[in-house]
T-cell receptor, first 110, second 113 residues
């Protein structure tokens, strides 16, 4: 099956900094989603994007669905310690199946 | 509070053992999925099911099988556990009636020795 290329694989930042990560694919997706996994837990949905060019915010998080439908990015503004975790992008493949990126591990120095 | 519950958080098994990982959801979701999570590889789909008694292979089904006898329960079976199956296993469920997002369980960290 296809995979999404997510970058960077890891980030080490200072508290208060902004964060940016992205996902690219060789195929077109009709839906992009972003998940966050806290240590020791399963991933939780953060943002879902349904239209090319769509820009959606959820608090300090902003995500965009690329105009080519082959990419998406997630920004986190003014990072705080609870933002630590692994962030996954996912694209919808077929009717109900998602394909996930490799994940971006975010570490924050206080 | 809606939930996907995985029966064990941590499991240690010996090579060659038959291993059962259980997943139960209380949301009446039609779709259920099993993923394994390995560092640098993200989430890889093992098997999924869109209905009771229905199953389809994902991207890495070798060495695994599944069972879905009831709508709420989806079991992952390692027929003969091997050390390369040491991993974090995540179960998820979803429903076309409730959008495309998956609800994940907390995961089972399996170590095969």
């Amino acid at each position: 099956g296809q995979q999404l290329n997510q970058s960077p694989q890891s980030m080490f930042i200072q508290e208060g900094e902004d964060v940016s990560m992205n996902c690219t694919s060789s195929s077109i997706f009709n839906t992009w989603l972003w998940y966050k996994q806290d240590p020791g837990e399963g991933p939780v949905l953060l943002i879902a994007l349904y239209k090319a060019g769509e820009l959606t915010s959820n608090g300090r998080l902003t995500a965009q669905f690329g105009i080519t439908r082959k990419d998406s990015f997630l920004n986190i503004s003014a990072s705080i310690p609870s933002d630590v975790g692994i962030y996954f992008c996912a694209g919808r493949e077929g009717a109900q199946k998602l394909v996930f990126g490799q994940g971006t591990r975010l570490t924050i120095n206080p | 509070d809606v939930k996907v519950t995985q029966s064990s958080r941590y499991l240690v098994k010996r090579t060659g053992e038959k291993v059962f990982l259980e997943c139960v959801q209380d949301m009446d979701h039609e779709n259920m999925f099993w993923y394994r999570q390995d560092p640098g590889l993200g989430l890889r789909l093992i098997y999924f099911s869109y209905d009771v008694k229905m199953k389809e292979k994902g991207d890495i089904p070798e060495g695994y099988s599944v069972s879905r006898e009831k709508k709420e329960r989806f079991s992952l079976i390692l027929e003969s556990a091997s050390t390369n199956q040491t991993s974090m296993y995540l179960c998820a469920s979803s429903s076309p009636r409730q959008g495309l997002g998956y609800t994940f369980g907390s995961g089972t960290r399996l170590t095969v020795v």
